[in-house]
Antibody
Framework: EVQLVQSGAEVKKPGESLKISCKGS????????IAWVRQMPGKGLEWMGI????????RYSPSFQGQVTISADKSISTAYLQWSSLKASDTAMYYC???????????WGQGTLVTVSS | NFMLTQPHSVSESPGKTVTISCTRS????????VQWYQQRPGSAPTTVIY?????PSGVPDRFSGSIDSSSNSASLTISGLSSEDEADYYC?????????FGGGTKLTVL
């Protein structure tokens, strides 16, 4: 059974750093792309970026380029999303999703809620 | 980059049929596959239609997808509405370098 299990909710202060994770199981992790998707409170889905852990090829949405870093460790089937300096506007639910070559997201993680507040 | 525009909300009665549209701003709707995701409150999205009109296993055939090149739009049609269909629905497409979501449509089953 394909599963993506994300790390737990985080509460941080502005300016702090953060790295959240997404662990895949039940399939060959390094053979698929993993995307990250943001959902701000009461808002829609936004594609942030994507990584192919097989060779670490990473692409970012222009809206998120330079704001976050996506990485992966294929040895432990885990993808990461990190911030070096959080802002209150980073408060959102973040989802990881396995991505197929035709461009759709077939399996999703349960989401990680990030709250940034002073 | 293109945008995908959906109606903010739609509503219909139980047992009826509803159609949600997704209009592409530039480029042909037929040039890249369109997907549809359902998101119930407090849950992660799940796929109800992929590659324009394919249903993942487990999705009932009450859900169907289509594209219309004349209006440059995709549509999700849900027949035999029930309260369990009440959710947000998002269309999504991919142009080879960017993944784009529509703004989402809130479906209310009255």
């Amino acid at each position: 059974e394909v599963q993506l299990v994300q790390s737990g909710a985080e509460v941080k202060k502005p300016g702090e750093s953060l790295k959240i994770s997404c662990k895949g199981s039940g399939y060959s992790f390094s053979s698929y792309w993993i995307a990250w998707v943001r959902q701000m409170p009461g808002k829609g889905l936004e594609w942030m970026g994507i990584i192919y852990s097989g060779d670490s090829d990473t692409r970012y949405s222009p809206s998120f380029q330079g704001q976050v870093t996506i990485s992966a460790d294929k040895s432990i089937s885990t993808a990461y999303l990190q911030w070096s300096s959080l802002k209150a506007s980073d408060t959102a639910m973040y989802y990881c999703a396995r991505t197929l070559s035709s461009g759709w997201f077939d399996f999703w993680g349960q989401g990680t809620l990030v709250t940034v507040s002073s | 980059n293109f945008m995908l525009t959906q109606p903010h909300s739609v509503s219909e009665s139980p047992g009826k049929t509803v159609t949600i549209s997704c209009t592409r701003s530039s480029g042909s709707i037929a040039s890249n596959y369109v997907q549809w995701y359902q998101q119930r409150p407090g849950s992660a999205p799940t796929t109800v239609i992929y590659e324009d009109n394919q249903r993942p296993s487990g999705v009932p055939d009450r859900f169907s997808g289509s594209i219309d090149s004349s209006s440059n739009s995709a549509s999700l049609t849900i027949s035999g509405l029930s309260s369990e269909d009440e959710a947000d629905y998002y269309c999504q497409s991919y142009d080879g370098s960017n993944w784009v979501f529509g703004g989402g449509t809130k479906l209310t089953v009255l």
